[in-house]
């Protein structure tokens, strides 16, 4: 099966929802930022501080690579892991890629953003941020989720969303999820 991949800003709910998903459907969730901290021994925050942001790009392709490469994944996104285009490429083709599109005040507002190091600035970068990233979500994204009364309702609107699409294929003589 196909794999099921989200991507939104920091804080968004990928991880949350992944794991709802996961249990739901049966499926194995992979968090790459959670992945990339396990493999380096150290939090995602000290890799910026220590190697720097472009250090854990590298580390975050590699990743995407990886994952791409297996089937039947929950794959929750580091927030700006879409801004590249090599890892995303690899990621689409392995599956479905549903946008997690959470209004990024409400993310700011409502969300512990102290080991966030792209979140630091304060909340109108944090705003200016999400606003620069939409179009890149917006280009990667097969469906893009609005629903966020709770995280159960968001984990049944990205099921609803996967099947619509893995219909949608096989009608269309795809291979389905």
């Known amino acids: 099966m196909?794999?099921?991949i989200l991507i939104g800003m920091m804080g968004c709910g990928k991880t949350t929802v992944g794991e709802l998903l996961a249990m739901r459907l049966k499926?194995?969730?992979?968090?790459?930022?959670?992945?990339?901290?396990?493999?380096?021994?150290?939090?995602?925050?000290?890799i910026f501080e220590t190697q720097g942001e472009g250090y854990?790009?590298?580390?975050?392709?590699?990743v995407a690579q990886a994952l791409s490469?297996?089937?039947?994944?929950?794959?929750?996104?580091?927030g700006g892991l879409p801004l590249q285009e090599g890892a995303m490429a690899?990621?689409?083709?392995?599956?479905?890629?549903?946008?997690?599109?959470?209004?990024?005040g409400d993310?700011?507002?409502g969300?512990?953003?102290?080991?966030?190091?792209?979140?630091?600035?304060?909340?109108?970068?944090?705003?200016?941020?999400?606003?620069q990233?939409?179009?890149?979500?917006?280009?990667?994204a097969d469906a893009t989720i609005h629903d966020f009364t709770s995280a159960v309702s968001t984990a049944a609107r990205v099921k609803e969303a996967v099947e619509t699409i893995a219909s949608w294929e096989e009608n269309k003589g795809g291979e389905g999820i």
């Open 2 to 4: 196909k794999n099921i």
């Open 27 to 46: 499926r194995t969730l992979v968090d790459t930022d959670k992945l990339i901290e396990a493999r380096e021994g150290i939090s995602v925050a000290e």
């Open 56 to 62: 854990f790009r590298s580390l975050e392709m590699g």
């Open 69 to 78: 490469l297996r089937d039947d994944l929950i794959i929750a996104c580091g």
């Open 90 to 104: 690899a990621l689409k083709q392995s599956g479905v890629v549903i946008w997690l599109d959470r209004d990024a």
């Open 107 to 109: 993310i700011f507002d």
């Open 111 to 131: 969300e512990d953003m102290s080991g966030r190091p792209l979140a630091q600035a304060g909340r109108e970068a944090f705003l200016e941020r999400a606003a």
């Open 133 to 140: 990233r939409a179009p890149i979500y917006e280009k990667w």
